[in-house]
């Protein structure tokens, strides 16, 4: 307007989302030791935390817990989560967790199924834009600023699982 020039600058930012899965509970056992400790050693963002194995049984039910961090400089929303479900176990369609972390399975041709024994993997769409939208829950995953914050921000998800392995396995 009036011959003025305006001029509208776009940064080369980034949305670039990392995904850790740690073990959180079994049965009705909590277990604290093995969440992700983050540094930052030669330039690279290092999660560390203990891969140590966990006794279970036949039947018994395994928390995963799926931590979303986000270690570009932009906000964003996660639309869509997806794990492949671990040999060994079994989804639990049922388990209370899993209905309210909105899980779905899927079969080996990505369609979605109803059939616990067809479920190679399960998505979800309970940290997305629409989510946040529908039930108000703050799914926003700020951008990370090393200057400012001693880790990227994140968001958790949680998954049920039973053990399906005989307890003879290792």
Known sequence: VNGDTIEVVIE???????LRKFITGVNDEKITNRVPVFSIKDGE??????????????????IYTLRIYNEGDIAGYADEIKDDIPEGLEFLPDNDTNINYRWVMYDANGEITENVADAVSIRTDYLS????????RDNLIEGFDPETMSQPD?????????????NTSD
């Open 154 to 166: 994140y968001k958790d998800l949680q998954i049920a699982f039973r053990v399906t392995e005989p």
């Open 45 to 62: 963002y290092v999660y560390t935390h203990t891969k140590d194995p966990i006794t279970v049984e036949t039947g018994d039910t395994v």
């Open 129 to 136: 834009k629409a989510q946040a939208d529908e039930t108000g």
């Open 12 to 18: 080369n930012n980034a949305f670039d989302l990392s």
